[in-house]
T-cell receptor
Framework: AQKVTQAQTEISVVEKEDVTLDCVYE???????LFWYKQPPSGELVFLIR??????QNEISGRYSWNFQKSTSSFNFTITASQVVDSAVYFC??????????????FGSGTRLQVQP | GAGVSQSPSNKVTEKGKDVELRCDPI?????LYWYRQSLGQGLEFLIY????????KSGLPSDRFSAERTGGSVSTLTIQRTQQEDSAVYLC??????????FGPGTRLTVT
């Protein structure tokens, strides 16, 4: 069975600090997809990034970067120079192929990030 | 363009009553998912629709839960004889390629 672990329940940083959110996953499939979602206080889940299991290139998007390492089954997320608006709960998620084509997401428990001004 | 919409945004119901939650996916998205977010269980998959295929109901927690999707668009999640443990935020997501899923704002259900 697939599983996603986000060991950090809550992180508090001061604005402009860099912060890394950890994500470790388990799956028996060779083809799978990893995601990060942001859930701000408003509650709506916002898609941030998707990575395929066969593409281990790291990705940078502005202040956000993602480090995907299959050897350690990790998909970590770093926010550089954090801002108050980054305060949210961040979820890491995994999806696998199913015969039905279903790619339902298995979510981690989330990491609450608080950025203090 | 318009995102995923859900209604109602909040629903308070008495234990034992039936409730219907509605999801309007992004136009053209063929895949639709329902999830539930609760304090104790986190975010969990409930049901999946893809086009005109039979839905994947493997995540439904009991036979009190059912869902349908009419015309490949709007979906309704029905919970019969609600129980207090059904209290949660019910999230709908839609997807074009079944890769990235785009979520609606959710329906917060409170069973008293």
């Amino acid at each position: 069975a697939q599983k996603v672990t986000q060991a950090q329940t809550e992180i508090s940083v001061v604005e402009k600090e860099d912060v890394t959110l950890d994500c470790v996953y388990e799956t028996r499939d060779t083809t799978y997809y990893l995601f990060w979602y942001k859930q701000p206080p408003s509650g709506e889940l916002v898609f941030l990034i998707r990575r395929n299991s066969f593409d281990e290139q790291n990705e940078i998007s502005g202040r956000y970067s993602w480090n995907f390492q299959k050897s350690t089954s990790s998909f970590n997320f770093t926010i550089t120079a954090s801002q108050v608006v980054d305060s949210a709960v961040y979820f890491c998620a995994l999806s696998e192929e199913r015969d039905t084509g279903r790619r339902a997401l298995t979510f981690g428990s989330g990491t609450r990030l608080q950025v203090q001004p | 363009g318009a995102g995923v919409s859900q209604s109602p945004s909040n629903k308070v119901t008495e234990k034992g009553k039936d409730v219907e939650l509605r999801c309007d996916p992004i136009s053209g998205h063929t895949a639709l998912y329902w999830y539930r977010q609760s304090l104790g269980q986190g975010l969990e998959f409930l049901i999946y629709f893809q086009g005109n295929s039979a839905p994947d109901k493997s995540g439904l927690p009991s036979d009190r839960f059912s869902a349908e999707r009419t015309g490949g668009s709007v979906s309704t999640l029905t919970i019969q004889r609600t129980q207090q443990e059904d209290s949660a935020v019910y999230l709908c997501a839609s997807s074009l390629t079944t890769y990235e899923q785009y979520f609606g704002p959710g329906t917060r259900l409170t069973v008293t």
